[in-house]
């Protein structure tokens, strides 16, 4: 099966995930099409960042299944890896890297150093041109995460996924993240993004939430007829009321 | 391959160029810095430390020669063994650390910019193990040649010292190389079956190149004639040989690399990494950061015995060395090698400078791991508050199952010493004594004397107690010495029962 056949870009089957004492992820079932934003929604510590791991390829679920493009972690890991790229909610960096060689090495580890112009746009509008030739360490949190969501953009992966990316960034360079994530999901790739706020007038495709390890509720955000940035909060807590109540 | 091995060797350079800044900085030098003046300054301590490495090994090697010498040849038998374990030891510890967990181990940074990019796993599998295996090889070549003149000293030709350096420096890279190469077999695509087993390798192999046949031994056997001061090049071409099929053996094996399995199994070497730098500070805090980080990567053993009061405080003590069973190492290695080595110096006075290498190991050895226990309770001002006994109990009671095996530990030895049964029973209950000595200046340390502003440091009251109990050793009799540790452990008793924390 070619990677190019596939319109699932992520799929998780019968997915569970244990560390060393605790069950985290419980027969989760999700799937993400291409062209698609899914926003995964969950209280804290209900497995949405060991989800996201997963999916990635950085943990290795004890059992169920996890296919990027059709195809799992394994032989095709080199293809598959240059798809994905996981921004994680503290996202690290070396200690003797600037931003800029940060960016170029990246790009370079990935075979994709044409794309530096574009890294510098994307450097540009979320602010960070100015500070490009400075170490992480020194960064704000905030700008931080945008270097690692400008590492990220860069690659254009089929498949992105994003660890609470609007906590730490101020509404501005939300607002101008969403639209790259659309321009992303126009041109054919995935986000899947964990969050508890989304930007004003944001509208994901889909949605899924989380609690104790198991999707207890998801289905197209289209419909919800809700104010995302109002009510995002409340429908964790509607779907897990509608889940407890009886039949 | 290559393009991507000369991006990580980039990588790596620029880590450490980073490093070299913090050593030169403190040498009050600027490695960033282009001007003449600095460079001049860069070169001066090149030279410096170039000329003091080279003085000190050869002042090593003569001090090597000096023990060669006075051990003589009726020890080379002993020397011969030792050449044929060093092997062995190798390969058993070497593969252990390899089939245990990935070799390959990732920082945070390269989890997210080199495990999870689309760089060759062959690149990033060789990147990382010339990493290991260059400063490894670098190491033991100072630390072979020192073997070779001990060698030299007891009778062997000047070459072999410098055949031992190089015999012995080709065997660590190679025997790094095939460790690796093992290592990254266990973790190939496919293979999670008889992964955690797979440590027990290790051990079996290390074993067959201890014992006979010849062939199995050979190793050992190029180490030995290399000792011999024997010419040594057709064992320096086997060894190259064995090399290059390692490196061999590295790239194909990376090449079916499981990444996934590679990101699992550096998660703890990634969360220490970023208190590495504190190693450098605090060596103790930092090992208590890694005792708790692999504690807490570990599923929990056993249960709390049941107890109540002083029962409980044993229980949990022993709870803990149950769950952290590298933490009864060090009560091993202190009833079975320091304290009878202090004991047996205390039975046979030697000659002045003699006392100096027992006091050295009984100060500087590894000491704070015993007491793991009672520091938790102190550290912790709010878990102390809720336990109900002075300082001197819960000392005592924390430490109890550490001094019972250095107890019992001693007492094997003692017992397997050649002296009258009077010398072996008054042996073990000075290493009784001499523990309690140790355990109690441990904890003195973390307490404050009434009317004292700071606490007493274990280097000054564990050297004046051993000296003393070395000195009425030395005047008088094993008694006179087990007596005066009797006196010190009450002292240092009081000392602890009226501290504060």
């Not at chain 2, 061999?248 to 730098?277: G, H, T």
Request: hydrophobic share 55%; net charge positive; with cysteine.
């Amino acid at each position: 099966m070619t990677i190019e056949a596939q319109t699932s870009t992520l799929m998780m089957r019968g997915v569970s995930f244990s560390y060393a004492q605790a069950t985290v992820l419980r027969d989760v079932n999700l799937s993400v099409a291409a062209g698609e934003i899914a926003v995964l929604i969950g209280r804290n510590g209900a497995g949405k960042s060991t989800l996201l791991r997963c999916a990635a390829g950085w943990s290795s679920p004890r059992e169920g299944r996890v296919e990027v493009l059709g195809q799992p972690f394994g032989e095709a890991d080199r293809q598959l890896r240059r798809e994905l790229v996981l921004v994680t909610d503290t996202p690290p960096f070396y200690d003797d890297l600037t931003a800029r060689e940060h960016v170029s090495f990246v790009l370079r580890a990935n075979h994709l150093g044409q794309r530096e112009t574009e890294a510098e746009r994307l450097l540009d509008a979320f602010g960070l041109g100015n500070a490009a030739d400075a170490y992480p360490s020194t960064f704000s949190r905030g700008m931080r995460y945008k270097l690692a969501l400008v590492l990220a953009l860069a690659l254009r992966p089929r498949l992105l996924l994003l660890d609470e990316p609007f906590g730490p960034i101020d509404p501005v360079s939300a607002r101008e993240l969403w639209l790259e994530l659309r321009a992303l999901a126009s041109a054919g790739g995935s986000v899947l993004l964990s969050s508890h706020q989304l930007p004003e007038g944001a509208a994901p495709d889909r949605f899924f939430v989380l609690d104790g390890g198991t999707i207890v509720d998801e289905g197209p955000w289209a419909g919800l007829g809700i104010d995302c940035a109002t009510t995002l909060d409340g429908l964790p807590r509607s779907a897990l009321e509608s889940a407890e109540s009886p039949a | 391959m290559m393009g991507d091995l000369m991006l990580l060797v980039w990588l790596r350079w620029r880590h450490a160029r980073g490093r070299a800044d913090y050593w030169a900085a403190l040498a009050g030098a600027d490695l960033g810095s282009a001007s003449v003046g600095e460079r001049t300054y860069l070169i001066y301590l090149a030279v410096l430390f170039g000329a003091w490495f080279v003085a000190m090994i050869a002042a090593a090697a003569s001090g090597a020669m000096g023990m060669g010498a006075s051990l003589g040849e009726s020890m080379r038998p002993a020397v011969v063994s030792l050449a044929f374990v060093v092997p062995s030891l190798l390969v058993g510890t070497l593969g252990f650390r390899a089939l245990r967990s990935s070799p390959v181990k990732l920082t945070f940074p390269d989890i997210a910019y080199v495990g999870a990019s689309a760089l060759d796993r062959r690149a990033v599998a060789l990147s990382s193990c010339l990493r290991e295996v260059i400063p490894a090889t670098l190491a033991a070549v100072p630390l072979s040649y020192l073997a070779g003149s001990v060698a030299v000293g007891m009778g062997s030709p000047q070459t072999a010292a410098g055949s031992t350096a190089v015999v012995g420096a080709l065997l660590v890279s190679a025997v790094f190389l095939l460790a690796w190469a093992a290592g990254l077999a266990r973790i190939r695509i496919g293979s999670r079956a008889w992964r955690s087993m797979s440590w027990v390798a290790a051990p079996l192999v290390a074993l067959a190149i201890l014992l006979p046949p010849a062939a199995t031994r050979w190793p050992g056997t190029a180490l030995v004639i290399a000792l011999d001061g024997a010419p040594v090049a057709g064992h320096v071409l086997a060894l190259l040989v064995v090399i290059v099929i390692g490196v061999w053996l590295v790239v194909v094996a990376a090449s079916k690399m499981d990444m996934v399995a590679v990101i699992d199994e550096s998660a703890l070497y990634a969360q220490l990494e970023v208190f590495r730098p504190l190693q450098r500070y605090d060596a103790g805090a930092y090992g208590d950061i890694v005792r708790r980080k692999r504690l807490a990567a570990r599923r929990p053993m056993w249960h709390l015995p049941s107890g109540s009061g002083t029962w409980a405080l044993v229980a949990r003590a022993l709870v803990s060395h149950v769950r952290q069973p590298g933490s009864l190492v060090w009560p091993v290695l202190w009833g079975a090698a320091v304290l009878p080595y202090v004991v047996v110096t205390v039975v046979h006075p030697p000659g002045l400078l003699a006392y100096f290498p027992p006091v050295f190991f009984f100060v500087v050895g590894p000491s704070r791991q015993l007491l793991h226990v009672f520091q938790q309770d102190i550290d912790r001002p709010s878990l102390r508050e809720v336990l109900p006994f002075n300082n001197l109990s819960l000392l005592l009671v924390d430490s109890a199952p550490v001094l019972a095996i250095t107890a019992a530990a001693s007492a094997v030895v003692m017992g397997l010493q050649a002296m009258s049964s009077e010398q072996r029973v008054l042996g073990a209950l000075l290493c009784l004594m001499l523990g309690t000595i140790v355990v109690t200046c441990r904890g003195l340390e973390r307490l404050t004397l009434p009317r004292m502003r700071a606490p007493i440091g274990y280097g000054i009251s564990a050297t004046i107690s051993v000296c003393i109990v070395l000195y009425a050793g030395a005047a008088g009799s094993l008694w006179l010495a087990c007596a005066a540790a009797v006196a010190i452990v009450v002292l240092l008793g009081f000392m602890v029962r009226f501290a504060r924390e």
